[in-house]
């Protein structure tokens, strides 16, 4: 199990990935050369990239949705890979009781988004689909970004 000093290092980061080592050591009370080789260990490992959460909406990609999707399985494999490199794929992720994938697609309008759909099910053997339209996010990308909360974990 992670050390509860890493976990706040790591919290700080999910906070603000920009945020400087010495804002991270202030907080934390680790020095920054502990700091500095914490992240260097977990480079590739537990923290998998640095990403900008972007406002879809204020981009012109008002029309998001969470797809539930069940296929055949002689298709399975095919619709991942053609998924997985859709351009308004924002996450991609396999689930199960009685779906196998969970997408999260974005477009500009909701034209462009039922004509994605019928062309999925044009090409793919799709059993069952349930679309879900995201109305607002509430909170996105919090898990282990609060450091008052880590002792709950």
Request: proline residues 1%.
């Amino acid at each position: 199990m992670i050390q509860q000093r890493d976990l706040k290092i790591l919290s700080a980061l999910r906070t603000n990935a920009r945020v400087k080592l010495s804002d991270i050591s202030k907080a934390t009370r680790v020095p920054i050369s502990t700091i500095w080789d914490r992240l260097r260990e977990y480079e590739g490992k537990v923290i998998r990239g640095h990403i900008t959460l972007l406002d879809f909406s204020r981009l012109g990609f008002a029309t998001r949705a969470q797809v539930l999707i069940k296929t055949d399985m002689r298709c399975r494999e095919m619709l991942r890979e053609y998924l997985s490199k859709h351009q308004n794929v924002n996450t991609f992720c396999k689930i199960n009781n009685g779906f196998d994938y969970m997408v999260e697609i974005v477009f500009v309008t909701i034209r462009q988004m039922e004509d994605f759909l019928e062309n999925l099910e044009q090409k793919f053997t799709i059993h069952n689909l349930e679309i879900h339209y995201i109305v607002e996010d509430i909170k996105k990308e919090g898990f282990l970004a609060d450091a008052e909360l880590l002792a709950a974990t």
